[in-house]
């Protein structure tokens, strides 16, 4: 674990103590977590922190998160020196022991993980904490090579070995390395999806990595997808429903990250991610069937449109969601399966690859 | 067929036999939970009632203030006797058995102008019940003049004729008295404390008439004095005449055939307020009448066409200056008395009117203190000056004060419901026709002018209240956050201390640092605790009266019951007794 998290925690504590020595009220400053406060750096390829700060003063009011904020970096602390891990649920189990100042529910201590995470400018993983929920899975031509918890000899995981399964990424991919022949890495929205392509293993037709997202990234996901795209020099090709949630929550935040983790989107971005499909225009060459769009995806389409700073940096996204509010439609990646059950296999995938074209960027 | 009817002996003619005219004091007789007679409790509150209040009114008329003394004496087996003095005008010979022996006979039916009495029912109907359930006459004695000797006779009613009998006529001296009436009846009856009991009822009535001075001896217990609040005399409510838009045609007709004027205009422009001469031309006008028709010849359709032509008229609302209202402050001081509260505000909103009938609403609100919280809030109900005690539930108070939103003033309400919290409220309507719903004079009837105004002065009130409340709010709230000084700083203290080592006295130091600093920044706080000894109005005995619980009373019937039972010599019931009243324990 890191030093370096354990020193910003002293320090920290160390400024408050001595504001409250001078009889002054301490206070706590964090950038702001929201797409209000990120710009689109066309030359990193990621959204990067405008410096909106937000300061919480120790008041009457802000007195119990203070004291919880001080409690948690303290259990942080004590993590990091006994290199452990915490899950978020745990963490919100800790601070039962805090009396009064315990969280009530977890979003109250989830926030508050966040809050220290963007004010230390250190990635939670590295204070100690570890979310909740698994990683997307991965199947195809790689090689991975991790180490034994115990021994800590290293073990080689061959991802073509799981047969009709899939190896699961772990919340700390840190430190992996990587052995590969693939030609790319294709990223999938659904799990149902990512089992067709592994059970006709598609891989070896393809020569590719397959992982399955199962919806918005976790960031663990991203950050093995970031890691093997830049370490092996592999392209991502990522493929969704064609609806704006697969668009923007997932494609958007997996290649230049989202406003909530502002902070950390360096860490987590895959500037080099291409949008395959399924775009509007796919709905409209493959004669897809198809939904209408719902209230929230309107709005969602909208949003992207007037509030996101990477579609307003990208005409061709502009032009694309435009178009799919015209037409007032969604497609779903296995709607497909109308014309044949392999037909996204056999036909659409091997068009779409050839052609980059049709590809969004 | 014709013959058939025609012939004597037919059924019909069997039936006109049996068939014949019953008096209006017949036809009391028998429904006499109409006047408030529905059993012996509600028969001596309501007789004691009708007494208290024509002696206010006739002090009232004569600009006089009322002192008046009610005993009552429990003769045993459920018998009482009933006597009530006033130091009013008195009343000349030849009408007393008119007031006290027929019914629907008073100065204050045909006439417009605030009082309590309305229809002239109420006593006579007590003389009459009292004949009826203990077979003794009411005795009647006035004076009106010191120089004069006082006139006292008895008095029973003679229901076919509706008429008084009158027996005992004497004169006699009655020192010390300069005038006034006395009347004694005895009835069969209930005495109970508590709710809707005569106790309550007096007390009521010195709350909204302070310029009563009130003696009181129950059938048991110490003798009460009500003294007077206020030297003030209150202003004799004017009479005024009738207003056009507020007759009815039947009512107009009678009034035609009734008078002595000889033109049509000039019947206008006399028997009621706010017509002039030209209002009574364009009258006359608009009902394509002569001027000069003879009132007394109109026919049913010319009478019908004068009620069209009245309604097609413009004519102003009536005076509002002939009413009488408790008055803002007043109002507060007689809560304050009764209730021990932390927050009083009143409210006299200006003259309204419906039908023709000049009327004003007054509401108060007693907030918080010795209130309790839970429970729905009381309602005092006044119809002026004298408290309605019973059938809350049809009468146009409640029902605006339940349809008022509550909530945005502090207290909690359900959907259209009374609301509940620490508070009481009291809504007074004076007019020179209260509408009640019957006779009994319980409950206020449901115009929809007077729902309107009733919400508007529960609103006005509500208001003055809301900003007592909110207030009271953000105090509760600051201290609330005052609080977080001690719940979460020593928490922020301790987290320092795990953090950067700190020793104890370090720990304590920051704490120490921080409340002072905290505090600092928050400034005062206004101190909005109740104290009960603030408000030097509350009369605690004055209080408990009519409050008493209904335990107490259950204890007093029980009490009564083995009294009844040992005289009898059973003692076993006695014994059966003595052990259900353990048992509850």
């Known amino acids: 674990m890191s030093k370096a998290a354990s020193d910003k925690i002293k320090k920290i504590a160390k400024d408050i103590y001595n504001d409250i020595v001078k009889s002054k009220q301490p206070t706590l400053t964090s950038p702001i977590r929201s797409l209000n406060n990120v710009e689109y750096d066309k030359k990193d390829g990621y959204f990067k922190v405008k410096g909106l700060e937000k300061t919480r003063t120790l008041t009457v009011s802000t007195s119990k998160s203070f004291a919880q904020s001080l409690l948690l970096m303290n259990e942080s602390k004590k993590v990091i020196a006994a290199n452990d891990i915490m899950t978020k649920r745990e963490a919100y189990y800790v601070s039962k022991n805090w009396g009064d100042a315990k969280f009530n529910e977890q979003p109250e201590s989830d926030t508050c993980m966040d809050d220290m995470e963007a004010m230390m400018g250190v990635l939670r993983e590295q204070l100690g904490f570890i979310p909740e929920e698994d990683g997307g899975a991965v199947s195809g031509n790689l090689t991975i090579i991790d180490k034994d918890p115990d021994t800590g000899k290293e073990v080689k995981i061959d991802c073509t070995k799981f047969a009709s399964g899939a190896y699961n990424i772990p919340a700390d991919v840190e430190e992996f390395k990587f052995e590969t022949k693939a030609n790319f890495i294709l990223a999938i929205e659904t799990a149902g999806m990512f089992q067709r392509l592994v059970k006709h293993k598609y891989y070896k037709k393809a020569n590719c990595v397959l992982v399955s997202l199962k919806g918005v990234p976790s960031r663990a996901t991203r950050r093995f997808i970031k890691r093997l795209s830049e370490n092996k020099k592999l392209p991502v090709y990522v493929f969704t429903d064609g609806d704006f949630y697969g668009h923007m929550n997932i494609y958007r935040t997996l290649k230049v990250g989202s406003g909530n983790a502002a902070h950390a989107n360096q860490f987590f971005c895959v500037p080099n991610a291409k949008f395959i499909g399924v775009t509007p225009q796919d709905i409209i060459d493959y004669k897809l069937p198809s939904h209408p769009l719902k209230d929230v995806d309107v709005k969602r389409g909208k949003d992207a449109l007037k509030n996101d700073p990477f579609v307003k940096a990208h005409k061709e996204w502009e032009k694309a969601i435009r178009l799919q509010l015209k037409m007032g439609k969604r497609a779903e990646q296995q709607a497909f399966a109308a014309y044949d059950l392999n037909y996204v296999m056999n036909t659409y995938l091997k068009d779409k690859l050839k052609n980059s074209k049709t590809w969004l960027p | 067929m014709v013959g058939v009817y025609m012939a004597k002996g037919t059924k019909a003619d069997e039936l006109a036999k049996k068939q014949k005219e019953i008096s209006v004091a017949e036809f009391f007789e028998k429904n006499r939970h109409l006047l408030g007679f529905d059993n012996k ?496 109005d509350f009369d605690e005995e004055f209080a408990k009266i009519g409050k008493e619980e209904l335990e107490e009373i259950q204890q007093e019937i029980d009490d009564e019951m083995n009294g009844v039972k040992s005289e009898n010599g059973n003692n076993n019931g006695k014994k059966k007794n003595g052990k259900k009243r353990n048992g509850k324990k």
């Open chain 2, 41 to 536: 409790r509600k028969a001596l509150l309501t007789t004691v009632k009708e007494a208290v209040d024509n002696s206010i009114d006739a002090c009232e008329e004569a600009n006089i203030l009322p002192d008046i003394t009610v005993h009552i004496t429990d003769m045993g087996d459920d018998r009482f006797r009933i006597i009530v003095e006033d130091n009013g005008p008195g009343i000349v010979k030849k009408q007393i058995g008119k007031i006290f022996g027929s019914l629907l006979y008073g100065s204050k039916f045909h006439k417009l102008s605030q009082s309590r009495g309305q229809q002239g029912i109420g006593i006579s109907a007590s003389v009459m019940y009292a004949n009826l359930t203990t077979g003794r006459a009411a005795k009647i004695t006035a004076k009106v003049h010191k120089d004069k000797p006082a006139y006292t006779c008895k008095i029973r009613i003679d229901t076919k004729i509706n008429k008084a009998v009158i027996s005992d006529e004497k004169e006699i001296s009655w020192t010390g008295k300069e005038h006034g009436v006395k009347i004694e009846i005895d009835l069969e009856g209930s005495y109970m404390k508590g709710k809707q009991s005569v106790d309550e009822y007096l007390k009521q009535t010195a709350i909204v008439n302070p310029h009563l001075n009130l003696i009181y001896q129950p059938p048991k217990g110490e003798q009460i004095i009500f003294p007077r609040a206020s030297e003030e005399k209150v202003i004799m409510p004017k009479e005024i005449k009738p207003h056009p838009y507020g007759v009815e045609l039947g009512m107009l007709m009678k009034l035609l055939h009734a008078s002595d004027k000889r033109t049509l205009e000039a019947f206008m422009k006399d028997e009621f307020s706010r017509v002039t001469a030209p209002v009574a031309k364009e009258i006359c006008q608009n009902a394509r009448l002569p001027t000069n028709l003879k009132p007394q010849n109109m026919t049913r359709q010319q009478a019908e066409d004068l009620y069209k032509g009245i309604q097609e008229t413009k004519i102003m609302a009536p005076p509002t200056d002939c009413l009488s209202p408790i008055g803002e402050s007043l109002v507060e001081k007689g809560m304050k008395k009764e209730i021990n509260a932390e927050f009083y505000c009143a409210t006299s909103r200006r003259p309204a009117v419906y039908r023709g009938n000049p009327f004003v609403i007054e509401c108060g609100i007693a907030y918080g203190g010795n209130i309790p919280a839970e429970g729905t809030v009381d309602v005092l109900r006044f119809a002026n000056k004298v408290p309605l005690q019973f059938q809350p539930g049809a009468c146009a108070i409640t029902k605006s004060v339940n349809e008022t939103a509550w909530k945005s003033y502090g207290l909690s309400q359900s959907g259209s419901n009374t609301p509940t919290g620490p508070a009481v409220v009291l809504v007074h309507m004076a007019s020179v026709w209260v509408p009640f719903t019957s006779e009994a004079k319980e409950a206020l009837a449901h115009y929809s002018e007077i729902i309107k105004e009733i919400k508007l002065a529960i609103q006005e009130a509500g208001r003055k209240l809301m900003r007592y409340t909110a207030k009271k709010r953000r105090v509760k709230d600051e201290l609330k956050k005052r609080s977080y000084i001690e719940k979460y700083i020593p928490y922020v203290a301790k987290g320092l201390k795990e953090l950067l080592g700190l020793t104890e006295s370090q720990e304590t130091g920051v704490t120490k640092k921080l409340q002072i600093l905290l505090e600092k920044k928050r400034g005062e706080v206004k101190d909005m605790s109740f104290d009960a000894s603030k408000n030097v």
